[in-house]
């Protein structure tokens, strides 16, 4: 297996792993390819690949704003037929490794869709097996769909002095979106 880590926008790599980010989390929680290649473009984010035998395993888009030292996940992905193998945590501990190597970087930050279904709260129990801690209560709501996310946190450099609150994550959170919508 291989890990790759690009933040230069790569067709091939993209080609390959375009299948896994769109069945993972469906048209409306995509992001469009053009959004995305404007990302690399500006220096937002880096892409993040687990792959095997020329076949892309999993796959995470990352973010930061320039100057923050905060590391926004904003998408991870695993193929559907490796789901469940332990697979994703691997991949995501691979991502912490990069983060740690990367000297910006004191935190990573997650948002989490909270609505009270099962797969919101399998997703919430992944993200704490990996590490990660809800900050508070605080719910968001983003105008373009109804779903409620939360605010989780991986410290990767000590804890900051002040407890951090999930308002304000999830407004850097919606300043990074917003932000990677700007053409140019």
């Known amino acids: 297996m291989e890990y790759i880590t690009t933040n230069q926008w790569a067709e091939d790599l993209w080609q390959?792993?375009?299948?896994?980010?769109?069945?993972?989390?469906?048209?409306?929680?995509?992001?469009?390819?053009k959004i995305i290649r404007n990302?690399?473009?500006?220096?937002?984010?880096?892409?993040?690949?687990?792959?095997?035998?020329?076949?892309v395993l999993c796959m995470a888009l990352t973010g930061s704003l320039t100057g923050s030292s905060v590391l926004l996940l904003d998408y991870l992905a695993v193929?559907?037929?490796?789901?469940?193998?332990?697979?994703?945590?691997?991949?995501?501990?691979?991502i912490i490794e990069w983060a740690r190597s990367q000297s910006q970087y004191k935190r990573i930050l997650v948002e989490v869709e909270c609505d009270e279904t099962p797969e919101n709260h399998a997703r919430i129990h992944f993200w704490k097996k990996c590490g990660f801690q809800?900050?508070?209560?605080?719910?968001?709501?983003?105008?373009?769909?109804?779903?409620?996310?939360?605010?989780?946190?991986?410290?990767?450099?000590?804890?900051?002095a002040a407890p951090l609150k999930?308002?304000?994550?999830?407004?850097?959170?919606?300043?990074?979106?917003?932000?990677?919508?700007?053409?140019?």
Request: positive net charge.
């Open 16 to 33: 390959k792993t375009r299948d896994i980010y769109n069945v993972a989390f469906g048209e409306h929680a995509t992001k469009p390819e």
């Open 39 to 55: 990302m690399f473009a500006r220096g937002l984010c880096s892409l993040h690949v687990l792959m095997e035998n020329d076949k």
């Open 79 to 94: 193929r559907k037929d490796s789901r469940g193998h332990g697979i994703g945590k691997d991949f995501f501990n691979y």
């Open 134 to 160: 809800l900050l508070d209560d605080y719910k968001h709501c983003y105008k373009w769909g109804p779903q409620h996310y939360m605010a989780m946190v991986l410290h990767l450099k000590g804890k900051p």
């Open 166 to 184: 999930g308002e304000d994550c999830l407004k850097y959170m919606a300043s990074f979106h917003k932000e990677s919508y700007k053409l140019g």
